[in-house]
Structures are given as structure tokens and as C-alpha cells.
């Protein structure tokens, strides 16, 4: 391998010292130094209008040929609503796209062929036309009005209110991991400031808050299929990226600006461990916003259900707080401290 990239580097390097060669004899030639050999020019103009072509035909054959082997890498098994309408969308830009740069790339080439400089031919001086301007100004505008429409539609719909019966999960990136937090049964969960976060508590979550009592934080996300799911994310630190590629599902976290995102698994993972033949296939979330060295290792493990295992794993979480009792004590006491800070200020303010 390493013979080989020798190799063709000093093949590339002898080809740029020719082509050097070709725009120094060119140069000459055009300040007139150096008269143009006869015939010369006409059979470069050949050589490299026939090169030209065998780009087009080789470059495209190795492009047809690349689009079809990584087809299976490129379209990941889809296992949510929403990702239909992703996917749709996707690849009706694509073929819009891919039937003008397929036509341009063949008009480009084929035309660096038929007109190459002949000593005989002249260019055909053509300023202007009003009519063409419109024709080609015009389609363009309305086919990309059209997919931008299309796409604001999908849009609406993928980031409208998620429904009132969603299962909540807070997903909070930091570097380099992530961590979530689940309400318990009140279906709510506490308030969080990044103020309390410490070795123990990394989430900063207010144990003071009666709703965040119940609350837990699992190794792995677990999901029910068939029901909708609301990612609240956030970030610690930096800029992360929550990113579910087999359910269409990409949000960035940002510090200080929490952001959402829901949908609906309509696959379990046992169900795409038979479509794909892996037994050991697991939907990871995994991070799409280089955040640091460790950024490779913000993988995490989420596992679809069926809504009745769900319920059983859900019922077999033990709150947080339970598993770690000294932050209730650290709570009660900081909000007794509070409180005789409240009445000392309130005193203050009497005496004057």
C-alpha cells in the first residue's frame, strides 16, 4: 500500500511538472516569444477534450458504482413515524438535485469536447436574451419553492407540541458521556440548576423540588413502542448533539438554551434484531457535534419495548434519591439555612 501511494505520488508529481511545462510554453506563445508549433495546439485540444470525456464516463461509473455499494450504510432501517416523512423528503431533494447536476455535468463536458479552439472556428458573440434569463431564473425558483415548502411542512409537523400522554426523558450532555433522568410516578420532573451539580448529583437536579423526589436515572434509555417519546436535552458544557439515526432523530444541546425533540418508535429492538440478522443490535444515541478529544465515546444505549415490558422495567427503577440519601440531608439543611438567612434579612429590614 505504502509502495503504491509512493507511486502515484510521483506519477501526480510529474504530470503537474508537465502541465507547469505546457503554461510556461502557452505564456510564451501568447506574449509572443515563442511561436506555436504547427498542428501542436490542435492535437493538446484533442488529447484533452477526449480526457475530458473519459472523466465524464469513468467518473460517473465510479459514482453509480460507490452510490449503490454503500446504499445499505447510507439508509439505516427506519424505526420511527416521523422518519418516513424525514426519509421522503430526503430523497425527493436528492433526485431533484441529482436529474440537474447529472444534466449539467454531461453538457459541461460534452461541451469542453465539441467547441475546443480550432484555428479556423470563431465563437458566436451571444450577449443577451430576456427570454432565456426568465426561463432558466423562473423554474429554479419555483422547484426550490416547492421543495422549501415541502420541507417546511415536514418540519411543522416533526417539532409541533408533543401529545400530553408522552413519555418524558431528559437527556443532558457533558463531556464526554451522557446522562438521563426519568420523572417517577407523578409524571414530573424536578426543577434542575447548574449550580448543584456535583460529583454525586451531576444532573443538578433540586432535591428540594417534591417532584423530583421519585425521579431516576437509568445506565440506558428504555422506550416504549408505539407511544410518543419527548427528549428534553440540555447541556452542561459545550455544544453536543443528540443524534438517534435509526429514528430520524438529530437536536443539538446547547448550554443554557434547552431544546426538544419527540417521536414515536414503531419498532422494537427485538423486532430490528430480526430485520437485521444481529442479535446484538442496540439503537444507540450517539453525538454528531465534535465536542472534544473523549467525543468519540458519547454513545449511550436506548432500548425499544413493548409498552407491557416498559411497564415492568419502569416499575423496577429505584428513585434516585433513595440510592443516594445523603443529598436529602444535604437539601434539608441548605433549606433551613435559607430559611434563617429569609428571616434574618426579614429582621434587618424591621429594625430600620
Request: with cysteine.
Amino acid at each position: 500500500m505504502i509502495t503504491f501511494a509512493i507511486g502515484l505520488s510521483i506519477v501526480l508529481l510529474l504530470v503537474i511538472l508537465f502541465l507547469l511545462f505546457r503554461i510556461g510554453t502557452l505564456a510564451s506563445i501568447f506574449r509572443g516569444s515563442t511561436q506555436r508549433a504547427v498542428g501542436t495546439t490542435k492535437t493538446s485540444n484533442k488529447v484533452n477534450g477526449a480526457l475530458l470525456l473519459l472523466f465524464l464516463i469513468g467518473g460517473g461509473a465510479a459514482f453509480a458504482w460507490s452510490f449503490a455499494d454503500a446504499w445499505d450504510d447510507m439508509n439505516q432501517p427506519l424505526a420511527s413515524v416521523h422518519g418516513a416523512w424525514t426519509d421522503s423528503l430526503f430523497w425527493t431533494t436528492m433526485i431533484v438535485i441529482g436529474i440537474v447536476f447529472v444534466i449539467t455535468q454531461i453538457l459541461l463536458f460534452v461541451y469542453s469536447y465539441k467547441y475546443q479552439h480550432k484555428d479556423e472556428k470563431r465563437a458566436y458573440y451571444y450577449p443577451h436574451n430576456n427570454k432565456l434569463e426568465i426561463v432558466w431564473t423562473m423554474i429554479p425558483a419555483v422547484v426550490m419553492a416547492l421543495l422549501v415548502f415541502a420541507g417546511w411542512k415536514t418540519w411543522a409537523n416533526i417539532t409541533s407540541a408533543a401529545p400530553a400522554d408522552a413519555v418524558v426523558v431528559e437527556v443532558m450532555g457533558k463531556q464526554f458521556s451522557w446522562l438521563v433522568r426519568y420523572p417517577g410516578s407523578d409524571g414530573k420532573l424536578g426543577e434542575a440548576n447548574v449550580h448543584l451539580i456535583d460529583a454525586t448529583n451531576e444532573m443538578g437536579v433540586d432535591f428540594s423540588d417534591p417532584n423530583a423526589m421519585d425521579d431516576f436515572m437509568p445506565r440506558e434509555i428504555h422506550v416504549p413502542k408505539g407511544k410518543p417519546v419527548l427528549l428534553k436535552i440540555r447541556s452542561r458544557d459545550v455544544i453536543h448533539s443528540v443524534f438517534l439515526p435509526h429514528f430520524r432523530v438529530k437536536m443539538d444541546a446547547v448550554p443554557g438554551m434547552p431544546t426538544k425533540f419527540w417521536f414515536v418508535p414503531s419498532k422494537s429492538t427485538a423486532e430490528m434484531r430480526t430485520e437485521t440478522g444481529n442479535a446484538e443490535f442496540n439503537y444507540e444515541v450517539a453525538c454528531t457535534e465534535i465536542c472534544g478529544r473523549g467525543h468519540f465515546a458519547m454513545r449511550f444505549i436506548l432500548v425499544v419495548d413493548e409498552p407491557e415490558e416498559y411497564e415492568e422495567w419502569l416499575a423496577s427503577q429505584t428513585p434516585f434519591i433513595e440510592q443516594n440519601p445523603q443529598l436529602l440531608t444535604k437539601f434539608t439543611n441548605d433549606t433551613k439555612d435559607q430559611v434563617v438567612l429569609e428571616k434574618s434579612t426579614e429582621e434587618v429590614k424591621t429594625e430600620l
